[in-house]
């Protein structure tokens, strides 16, 4: 049988067929796709679109743009800074939808943004770009390597990488890229990546159904009508194969345009929420709190110089997600406040906290927050003891925090007892 490397060798001796031998038994003719389709390659098409209406951007990206996309964290740090030019939104159509070494990519798209001539003039210091997406549609599996080839060149600019942006990208679309690639031997270029996914759901989880790419797509405005849905895709290119018929493979076209333009809206939505939050918050109807949380641990972890206005930004989410009463915001910022020493404003958030409105479960850590600050800051035993004690009258208290609180009122009680101790 020989080894695996002779064997190799002897397959790549053989090549590729030649292109009057198609691999299926009905030949495609690339005319019926159209004019704005040309070759671009063996068995492979190409075409470029400009997509309307043009999107809002500024020319450089907000610099608090990664706290929401971390993944752009290690392209500034390249970088220095980043602009609407430097990204390209991925997205593939596969021959099916769970991976796997048999699975292939048989239709891919690019898509870019262009600035225009205009600026915005809804938005001062904002440019309007035009999105061109360049579509690369493989008709036959010996076109793979040519298919492969042709989309990885666009992922350069100017001699550098570009930033790939996608939605899921790091666990299905790039993953099938490179094993497509090892298997074709076609050298898989440098590239930047961030996935949106991760994101997407912390700005939109419990707002949601779920955070699929179409229902983030409808939460910011963007609509879409008599769709195909994507998961016909692998049926339809397979019988394509067979029929030579492009009518249904062209919706698939169509549907992966559409992927292509809400991708880069969701990326232009997040660009919105990183250079004015609270300002867009009812445009995008995105979870407030969950957006203060992870700004606030993105700026504690310090591993990025913040501009003031950055951090004020973020102190002013935290402060607006805990009065419009979100229980986490609420207690992390009151525990901020008794952090930085402003402990009067912190007592009386903790306070608010342990009333009706909140679950039992800030409740308690209000308590004890309070119990440790009465006991150990103020000196006042018996004030410990009541917060304690109001803990403990919540009932359905789990089991390691009611024995905590159990120990906590033992030792105070003994405290209170001995004549020692500040009363």
């Known amino acids: 049988m020989g080894n695996l490397k002779l064997r190799l060798q002897r397959i790549r001796k053989v090549g590729k067929p030649h292109a009057c031998e198609p691999f299926s038994s009905v030949a495609k003719d690339p005319e019926f796709f159209g004019t704005e389709w040309v070759s671009g390659g063996f068995q492979v098409l190409t075409r470029s679109v400009v997509l309307d209406p043009p999107l809002i951007l500024p020319p450089s990206l907000p610099s608090a ?14 970088q220095g800074t980043l602009s609407p030019e430097t990204l390209v939104f991925l997205d593939l159509e596969t021959t099916g939808l769970s991976g796997g070494a048999g699975t292939t990519a048989f239709l891919g798209a690019l898509g870019r943004f262009v600035p ?9 210091g904002s440019g309007l770009y035009q999105l061109q997406v360049d579509q690369y549609l493989l008709l036959d599996y010996p076109g793979e390597p040519d298919f492969l080839a042709a ?3 666009g992922w350069y600019v100017s001699g550098k990488p570009r930033v790939l942006v996608s939605y899921n990208g790091k666990c299905f679309d790039l993953p099938l890229l490179k094993t497509r690639c090892l ?5 898989l270029p440098r590239y930047y990546h961030a996935d949106l996914l991760h994101p ?16 983030i797509e409808s939460r910011i405005g963007l609509t879409r009508i008599r769709d195909l849905p994507g998961a016909l895709a692998p049926e339809i290119w397979f019988s394509f194969l067979k029929s030579g018929e492009p009518q249904d493979l062209l919706r698939v076209c169509e549907h992966n345009q559409r992927d ?3 991708l880069a809206s969701i990326f232009t939505a997040l660009t919105h929420i990183a250079a004015s939050p609270l300002g867009v918050v009812a445009t995008y109807r995105y979870n407030l709190e969950n957006a203060a949380l992870r700004w606030r641990e993105a700026l504690k972890q310090g591993k990025h110089p913040w501009e003031a206005a950055v951090q004020e930004t973020g102190s002013a989410l935290l402060k607006a997600a805990a009065t419009q009463a979100y229980p986490r915001a609420a207690l992390v910022a009151a525990l901020d406040l008794m952090e930085q020493g402003r402990y009067e404003a912190g007592r009386n958030q903790l306070r608010e906290l342990t009333k009706g409105r909140y679950p039992n479960t800030f409740k308690i850590a209000a308590y004890r ?6 006991e150990w800051r ?15 009258s919540l009932g359905e208290l789990r089991e390691p925090v009611s024995q905590a609180f159990q120990h906590r009122r033992e030792r105070l009680l003994g405290k209170k007892k001995d004549p020692s101790c500040p009363v």
């Not at 298997?183 to 050298?187: D, E, F, S």
């Open 116 to 124: 225009t001539q205009h600026t915005a003039k809804q938005n001062p």
């Open 200 to 215: 997407a759901r912390w700005l939109w989880k419990g707002c949601l159904p779920d955070c699929s790419q179409g229902s």
């Open 369 to 374: 927050a309070l119990a440790l600050d009465a």
């Open 151 to 153: 989309l990885l060149r």
């Open 260 to 262: 292509i333009l809400g």
């Open 65 to 78: 743009l990664p706290i929401l996309v971390p993944d752009l964290f290690h392209v500034i740090a390249d």
């Open 183 to 187: 298997m074709n031997q076609v050298p």
């Open 378 to 392: 103020l000196q006042d035993i018996p004030g410990a003891l009541a917060y304690v004690e109001a803990a403990l």
